[in-house]
């Protein structure tokens, strides 16, 4: 059974705060119980009997007004204010559609199966605020079963440690980066990375792994069951040090029949939000439908390729560039 929740909000987080506080400083912050706004990646209430804010960005604390001055005052850590306990994100759906990252910094875990190899993991993910970033390190673990009949993996799922660091308010870039091999093309809400290309070609090596020249023209389409990459049910497979990634829809993040529009399901390497593929079109919420457009010689160069062979063209799938890059970094 899957279950609708508005996962890694950070909301219920600020209200537990606020209400602590109140009780500990009802000098300071009265009337007690006021709305809670959001306010530029804030959750805020304000005081107005002392002019005081309390905010929450992420898992910090921070106060501003009245007594406390006009410059923005570093409360501390709400793990250091109030007890938080990790957040079960086993089998999920995301349903929040707040854009910025902050309104997602808690810690979570998933226990999940392996399923061909009937093996059991836990999933770890820590979600937090520093310097305006925020910080996901994640063990690389799904929040949902992997490995189905589907599938036929490489090599066995390892926990693998990554570290993204994203902007709460990214800008655009004044250039595109296209999409290349050494730059990872998004990280989603359960901690698990999207990479988009296949290191495979055809004419390299077995056309499986190996091809990390971005000016090879043809490149094996890991989503294509014809190429053999093997990937589940959740269009996800492992890389050779045993890295669960997406190479497209995350099935399981989100309602794949939606009837609202679509929550955010990630962030992508330009550091902007990922919601999924449902959209209000004037009051009828369908799926977005995908589109492209041929380029010249298209049809030439395909007469050299085997019919059999399912790949995309290099030099098309440059053409999806993103402005800036999340920094990664991994080991295992």
């Not at 306990?85 to 349903?95: F, H």
């Not at 836990?122 to 490995?147: A, M, Q, R, Y």
């Not at 189905?148 to 993204?164: G, I, M």
């Not at 962030?267 to 209000?280: E, L, T, V």
Request: charged share 15%; glycine share 6%.
């Amino acid at each position: 059974m899957r279950w609708l929740a508005a996962i890694a909000d950070t909301l219920d987080n600020a209200q537990a705060v606020f209400d602590f506080a109140e009780a500990a400083y009802p000098e300071l912050l009265s009337p007690a119980a006021p709305e809670i706004q959001e306010l530029q990646s804030f959750y805020v209430r304000l005081y107005t009997d002392t002019g005081i804010y309390l905010g929450v960005q992420g898992d910090n604390v921070y106060a501003i007004g009245g007594s406390v001055g006009t410059e923005l005052v570093f409360v501390g850590k709400i793990s250091s204010l109030i007890t938080v306990s990790d957040t079960d994100i086993t089998d999920l759906l995301l349903t929040n559609q707040r854009e910025e990252c902050s309104y997602y910094a808690e810690n979570r875990f998933s226990n999940v199966s392996d399923i061909k190899r009937d093996v059991q993991f836990t999933g770890t993910l820590s979600f937090t605020v520093e310097d305006s970033k925020c910080i996901v390190v994640s063990s690389s673990i799904p929040n949902h079963n992997f490995n189905d009949s589907t599938a036929a993996f490489a090599t066995n799922v390892r926990e693998v440690s990554a570290e993204f660091r994203i902007p709460i308010e990214p800008t655009f870039a004044s250039s595109a980066t296209a999409l290349s091999l050494a730059t990872d093309n998004a990280v989603f809400l359960n901690g698990v990375k999207l990479d988009l290309m296949a290191a495979g070609c055809f004419g390299v090596g077995d056309g499986n792994i190996g091809c990390f020249d971005i000016d090879q023209p043809w490149r094996f389409d890991p989503m294509s069951p014809q190429t053999g990459f093997g990937t589940d049910a959740n269009n996800a497979h492992t890389q050779p040090d045993g890295t669960y990634h997406y190479h497209g829809n995350p099935k399981a993040l989100f309602d794949q029949n939606a009837i609202s529009e679509s929550p955010v399901i990630g962030f992508a390497a330009d550091r902007f939000p990922i919601f999924d593929s449902y959209i209000d079109d004037n009051g009828e919420i369908r799926a977005v439908t995908s589109s492209f457009n041929y380029s010249v010689g298209l049809a030439q160069m395909a007469r050299q390729i085997p019919a059999e062979a399912m790949m995309v063209p290099t030099w098309m799938t440059m053409n999806m560039s993103l402005p800036a890059a999340i920094s990664m970094s991994a080991t295992v």
